[in-house]
């Protein structure tokens, strides 16, 4: 199974907006088709602030991933964020995952990314070995807070 990464464009938006759904839905996260499509558009168009891959063959995609970026003088530079990552529950459990992580993040080294951080659910220690096997080490002494804007 191929897990090759396709760059999203403006044009793949019919194909990324199910998967977006398909994931919040599966993670709970109350979001609309419009939301969905605001905030998945500008990424679609070219944003200097992250993008979207598309997962697998780009007429059927098995899933996608999204990657907002920013800066960090911790890190020395750009840093950047899984923000989403989803793989179709069909073929979940099968390297897809591993053959992505194993992709993107020589890209994302080449690109200049000192630093990328992800979100795991503590309730899900097959994700947690995933980006272990992919170098991400939990940093004990932070934990991610969030504030929403109000």
């Known amino acids: ?4 990464l396709h760059l999203a464009t403006d044009e793949d938006i019919d194909r990324v907006l199910p998967l977006v759904a398909a994931y919040h839905r599966m993670e709970g996260i109350g979001s609309d088709d419009e939301a969905r499509r605001a905030a998945v558009m500008p990424l679609l168009n070219g944003s200097s602030l992250g993008c979207v891959y598309l997962i697998g063959p780009r007429t059927a995609p098995l899933g996608y991933i999204a990657i907002a970026v920013g800066w960090s003088i911790e890190f020395g530079g750009m ?3 899984i923000d989403e990552f989803y793989i179709r529950d069909a073929v979940r459990g099968r390297g897809v995952g591993s053959e992505v992580l194993n992709t993107l993040l020589p890209k994302l080294d080449k690109a200049g990314v000192k630093a990328l951080h992800l979100e795991a659910a503590k309730d899900r220690p097959r ?6 096997r992919a170098g991400f080490q939990a940093r004990d002494a932070y934990m991610l807070m969030t504030r929403r804007a109000r």
């Open 79 to 81: 840093d950047g964020f």
């Open 127 to 132: 994700l947690a070995r995933l980006y272990a």
């Open 1 to 4: 199974m191929s897990a090759a």
